[in-house]
């Protein structure tokens, strides 16, 4: 089992990273808090990283995260019946674990219903099924706001559309995503992880 990668931070985009360790370049698919707090590209870096194995089809892929709690917390969403990596990381991706601690804690599932590929039924499933295991992370309620990298505004929808497509979006969701937020004055002020994250909260 792997347990972290310790290396250098080669490239970074909204959905994931590439680290260099032992002359290997990994391929890290990461939560949008982790991306950005991710050091600079070049820079040494350690990030906790969760092997997961698909049986069918085949695949081997490396999930990445800002601590340990993310990665407790991301191990028992996907622990939930019917939710997988690709859900559990845009759920991470929208909700701040430490906010998603809360929720379920009181009981409020409902935030968990405006993120694309939660609905109603499953945001209760896992509402149920995590109340108690979820208390168990610890939870740091005073953690700081990160702050979002930036990003060029030339190409910017066609960025959050790859950022999507990454998260396991097709080309046509992601358009679709993409047209209805792309109308607000304020699209190009955004960074594209504000973005992203904004059309995983359904707004």
């Known amino acids: 089992m792997i347990d972290y990668i310790k290396g250098k931070l080669v490239s970074k985009k909204t959905a994931g990273m590439v680290i260099e360790a032992g002359g290997i370049g990994y391929s890290i698919n990461a939560t949008l808090g982790t991306i950005e707090n991710t050091g600079e590209t070049g820079s040494e870096t350690m990030i906790p990283v ?3 194995i698909k049986d069918n089809p085949f695949a081997v892929m490396l999930y990445g995260f800002r601590d340990e709690n993310e990665r407790e917390c991301f191990r028992q969403i996907i622990s939930v019946s019917g939710i997988g990596p690709k859900t559990a990381l845009s759920i ?75 998260l396991g979006y097709n080309r046509i969701e992601a358009d679709k995503m993409v047209k209805t937020i792309s109308s607000r004055s304020d699209f190009m002020d955004m960074p594209v992880e504000t973005i992203v994250r904004e059309i995983l909260r359904g707004k």
């Open 50 to 52: 969760h092997l997961h």
């Open 92 to 166: 991470l991706s929208a909700i701040n674990y430490n906010e998603l601690i809360e929720m379920i804690a009181k009981g409020n599932y409902h935030p968990l219903t405006t993120i694309s590929g939660v609905g109603k039924k499953t945001a209760e499933r896992l509402a149920v099924e995590l109340k108690d295991k979820i208390g168990k992370i610890e939870s740091d309620v005073t953690s700081s706001s990160v702050n979002t990298g930036k990003f060029g505004e030339l190409g910017k929808a066609s960025e959050v559309i790859q950022a999507l497509m990454a």
